[in-house]
C-alpha cells in the first residue's frame, strides 16, 4: 500500500510540474516592454518568441542526457537552464545588465530548452510509475501545463500588477522551487511490481476524480479574476490549495472499497483520451488483418514495406478527390513507419498541415496577445486575456480524452475529433478581423483559439500514435512538431510586417519600436490567418476520410474481441 501512496505523490509532484513549467505562454505579458527596452521592431521581437519555440526543436537532447544522468539531475538542470534563460533577461529589462540583441536571443533559446526538458521529465514519471494507465497518467498532467500563464498572472498581479518584467523573475524562480518540492516523491518512486486487474481499474476511478478536480481548478481560474492585489493574493493561494488537494489520493486508496460498490460499477473506462492503440488490441489487430488480406469496406488495400501501394478500385474516370482519398491508404493502426517511411506518406504531411495551420498559428496568436491588446487599446486587458487563453487551452486539452469516455456509446476517428476541434479556429480569426475592436469579440476570439490549440496539443502524440506507430511515436512525434518553430517563424514575421508596415506608413519614416495604433494593425493578419487555418481544416478533413476505414476496422476488432473473451 506504501508503493502505491509513493506513486500517487509522483503523479502530484509531475502535476506541480507541468503548472509551474509553461512558462513560454506568459511572453505576451512582458513582450511590449522587452520591445520598448530592447529598441528592437516587432519583426525583431518575433525572432525572440521564434527563439523560444525553437529551443524546443532540440528537446531531443534531454533523451541523451537520461542516459548518462539521473532523473533529479536532468530535471534541476532544466531548472537551471530556466534560471538563467529567464534571470539574465530579467536583469536586462530592469536596466541591471545590457546584453546585445543576439545575447537575449540565445537565452530565449535556453529557456525554451528548459520546458522541453522539463516536459521529457514528467513523461518519464508518468510512464514509468503508471505502465498500465500511463495514457491517463500523461493526459492529465499534460493539461496542467496550459494553466501556467494563468498562475503566473494571478502570482504578479498579487505581488506588482504595474511590472510585467516580474513576469520573467518568476518564470526563473517558480520552476526551481517546484523542482524542489518534487524531488522527494521523485527520489522515492516505488518498486515496479506488477498490478491486478483490479487495482488497474480501481487507478482508473482516482483519475477520473483527478480530472474533475482540473475542471474545477480551470473553472476558478477563469472566473474568478482579482481587482486589487489583495484579492489577487487570495486567489492565487486558493489556486494553490486546489494543486495540493490531489495529494489526498494516498487516503482515498483506503475508501476505495465504498466507491467501487457504489459509483465505479456505473462508469467504464475502456481507454483513455490520449493514447488510444492499446498494445494488446493492436497485436490482435494487426493479426486479423493479416488473414484477411487486408480487404475492408469494398476498398482493397495492399501495405508493403516502401509504404507503396496501388488501389486497383481507381479507373481512369474517377474523380481527383475519389483518388486523393483512397490512393495509398492505411491498412491498419499502429503500423510501424521509420522517418524515412513517414515522410514519404501523405497521410503525415496531411497531419503536418493539419498542425502546422491549427496548434501552431493558435500558440503565434498568444506569443502576439501583448501587442494585440495594445494596438486595439485594450492594454489593461492584456492579463485577462492571457488567462482566458490559458484556461480555454487547459479546457481543450482536458477535453482531448473525452472521445474515449464515451466511446463505447458513441465513435469517432481520433482525425475526425482532430477536424473538428480545427474548426474554431477559422472563425475566431475572421470574428477578430470584423469585431477585432470589440473587446467581447476579443475574449471570445481568444476562448475560442486557446479551446482549438488546446485539442490539438494534447490529442497530438495519441495521433501520431495511432497512425505512424507507438513504437516509432517519439521520433516521429518529434519531426511532427518541427512545424511549431517553422510556423512561429512565419506566422510571427507575417504578422510583424503588416504590423510595422501599418505603423511607420502613417508615420511616414522608417523607426525601431515603433507602436502601432487601431485595427489596422492586425486587420490583414487576423484575414491571413483565418485563411491558413481554413487550409489546416481541409487537410484534417482529408486526413478523416483517408484514415476512418482503419480507425472502424479497429474498433471492430477490438469489440470482437471483447465480446469473444466472455
Known amino acids: 500500500m506504501a508503493g ?10 509531475t502535476i506541480w510540474i507541468q503548472a509551474f513549467t509553461g512558462t513560454n505562454f506568459d511572453f505576451s505579458a512582458y513582450s ?7 529598441g528592437v521592431s516587432q519583426v525583431q521581437l518575433n525572432y525572440l518568441a521564434t527563439a523560444s519555440d525553437l529551443g524546443k526543436a532540440v528537446g531531443w537532447s534531454s533523451g541523451l542526457a537520461l ?61 514509468k510509475n ?13 493539461s496542467f501545463n496550459g494553466l501556467s500563464a494563468a498562475l503566473y498572472n494571478l502570482a ?7 511590472s510585467p518584467a516580474l513576469y520573467l523573475l518568476l518564470n526563473a ?49 477563469l472566473f474568478l479574476h482579482p481587482s486589487n492585489s489583495l484579492k489577487a493574493g487570495y486567489l492565487f493561494s486558493g489556486a494553490i490549495f486546489l494543486l495540493i488537494l490531489p495529494l489526498g489520493i494516498p487516503g482515498v486508496v483506503y475508501a476505495r472499497n465504498w466507491f467501487k460498490q457504489n459509483i465505479y460499477s456505473s462508469f467504464t473506462l475502456d481507454g483513455s483520451g490520449f493514447i488510444l492503440v492499446d498494445a494488446d488490441d493492436l497485436e490482435l489487430h494487426k493479426e486479423l488483418l493479416s488473414r484477411h488480406n487486408s480487404v475492408a469496406n469494398g476498398v482493397t488495400l495492399n501495405y508493403s514495406d516502401n509504404i507503396n501501394s496501388e488501389d486497383d478500385n481507381i479507373g481512369g474516370n474517377v ?21 524515412r517511411m513517414l515522410v514519404r506518406r501523405l497521410d503525415f504531411w496531411l497531419y503536418y498541415v493539419a498542425y502546422f495551420c491549427g496548434g501552431t498559428i493558435g500558440l503565434v496568436y498568444s506569443n502576439n496577445l501583448g501587442q494585440i491588446a495594445q494596438s486595439l487599446g485594450h492594454s489593461m486587458m492584456t492579463s485577462k486575456l492571457i488567462t482566458i487563453y490559458s484556461s480555454f487551452s487547459f479546457f481543450g486539452r482536458l477535453l482531448s480524452a473525452a472521445p474515449d469516455f464515451v466511446r463505447t456509446k458513441v465513435y469517432f476517428a481520433r482525425t475526425g475529433w482532430l477536424a473538428i476541434a480545427l474548426l474554431p479556429t477559422p472563425i475566431a480569426f475572421f470574428l477578430l478581423g470584423a469585431l477585432g475592436g470589440d473587446p467581447f469579440a476579443l475574449e471570445t476570439g481568444t476562448a475560442l483559439i486557446g479551446l482549438s490549440s488546446g485539442f490539438i496539443f494534447a490529442a497530438a502524440v495519441s495521433i501520431t500514435s495511432e497512425l505512424f506507430g507507438p513504437e516509432s511515436v517519439g521520433v516521429n512525434h518529434n519531426i511532427l512538431i518541427t512545424n511549431i518553430p517553422i510556423g512561429s517563424l512565419v506566422y510571427g514575421f507575417l504578422a510583424a510586417t503588416v504590423y510595422d508596415w501599418s505603423a511607420v506608413s502613417g508615420l511616414g519614416l522608417m523607426a525601431d519600436s515603433v507602436v502601432c495604433m487601431g485595427i489596422k494593425c492586425y486587420f490583414y493578419t487576423f484575414v491571413w490567418w483565418g485563411c491558413i487555418s481554413l487550409l489546416g481544416l481541409v487537410s484534417s478533413v482529408v486526413l478523416y476520410l483517408r484514415t476512418r476505414f482503419a480507425y472502424e476496422r479497429f474498433e471492430q476488432t477490438r469489440r470482437s474481441s471483447s465480446i469473444g473473451s466472455y
Open 173 to 221: 524562480l517558480i520552476p526551481l522551487f517546484t523542482s524542489l518540492a518534487a524531488l522527494i516523491p521523485i527520489l522515492r518512486q516505488p518498486p515496479l511490481d506488477p498490478l491486478a486487474t483490479d487495482i488497474t481499474k480501481r487507478d482508473q476511478l482516482s483519475f477520473l476524480k483527478l480530472n474533475t478536480l482540473a475542471i474545477i481548478t480551470g473553472l476558478y481560474l
Open 67 to 127: 542516459m548518462w544522468l539521473p532523473l533529479w539531475a536532468v530535471m534541476f538542470t532544466a531548472a537551471g537552464m530556466g534560471l538563467i534563460g529567464y534571470g539574465a533577461q530579467w536583469l536586462v529589462i530592469r536596466n541591471v545588465i545590457s546584453l546585445p540583441y543576439f545575447g537575449v536571443f540565445l537565452l530565449c533559446l535556453l529557456s525554451g530548452c528548459s520546458i522541453c526538458w522539463f516536459n521529457t521529465v514528467c513523461f518519464v514519471l508518468c510512464i
Open 156 to 162: 504578479v498581479n498579487s505581488l506588482k500588477p504595474s
Open 319 to 339: 474523380f481527383l478527390c475519389e483518388a486523393l482519398i483512397e490512393k495509398d491508404q492505411l491498412a491498419m493502426l499502429g503500423q510501424e513507419h521509420s522517418a
Open 32 to 38: 511590449s516592454e522587452m520591445k520598448a527596452v530592447l
Open 4 to 13: 502505491q501512496s509513493r506513486k500517487w505523490m509522483i503523479l502530484v509532484a
Open 130 to 142: 503508471f505502465p498500465s494507465n500511463r495514457p491517463l497518467a500523461l493526459a492529465l498532467t499534460v
